[in-house]
């Protein structure tokens, strides 16, 4: 899940220039495709809570855009503001399956000077197509440093809390682009 910063005085912007443009209000009531939905969420893994909205603005996303992962989005759909549910996902609907193929050995002397070389590291490694890719650091053994593609929650099952609590139309801009813009989200 791609977590934003929220800036309550921006949503509001947004959201009155978004009823501007289009000349009447909100008038999806319903979790659907190119609605862009506020919500609160705490997630669990093994019992523990790894991952909360608590203290926090709430996530919004852009629905039906692959903006949060498609097995909690799927299960979003047609909630309403307010409604709140427990959501289980499996690996395969969440960040995939842990791959025991999805390491890489590479030589110590192959990373920058300001990358500390030790386990748990998370660095961003371009592919040999220019794509950039999540990979932490898994082993360092002398001069060979193992390096783990698995999404840290890659086989895991996910159990979410979800709350809507708020829907609102997308900016045409944020329509075109497919997802929600935010303060400091800039092009
Ligand atoms: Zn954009």
Redo the contacts with the bound molecule.
């Keep these: 899940m791609r977590k934003t910063d929220y800036n309550g005085q921006t949503y509001w912007q947004n959201e009155i220039k978004a009823g501007k443009l289009k000349g009447h209000k909100m008038s999806k009531d319903t979790v659907q495709e190119d609605v862009v939905v506020s919500m609160e969420y705490t997630l669990h893994v093994d019992k523990e809570e790894i991952d909360s909205s608590k203290g926090q603005d709430p996530l919004q996303f852009l629905a039906g855009h692959g903006n949060i992962i498609s097995g909690l989005e799927r299960e979003m759909i047609g909630m309403k503001v307010g409604e709140s549910k427990d959501v289980i996902i499996a690996p395969e609907d969440g960040y995939g399956e842990f791959d025991e193929e999805a390491f890489m050995n590479v030589p110590r002397d192959n990373f920058p000077k300001d990358i500390p070389v030790e386990e748990g590291t998370e660095l961003t490694v371009k592919d040999d197509s220019g794509q950039s890719r999540y990979a932490r650091i898994d082993t360092v053994d002398g001069d060979t440093v193992t390096l783990n593609f698995n999404h840290p929650l890659a086989g895991d099952e996910l159990h979410f809390n979800v709350k809507v609590v708020g829907l609102r139309e997308p900016t045409d801009?944020?329509l075109e682009?497919g997802?929600v813009?935010q303060d400091g989200?800039s092009?």
């Design positions: 801009e944020e682009h997802h813009h989200h092009h």
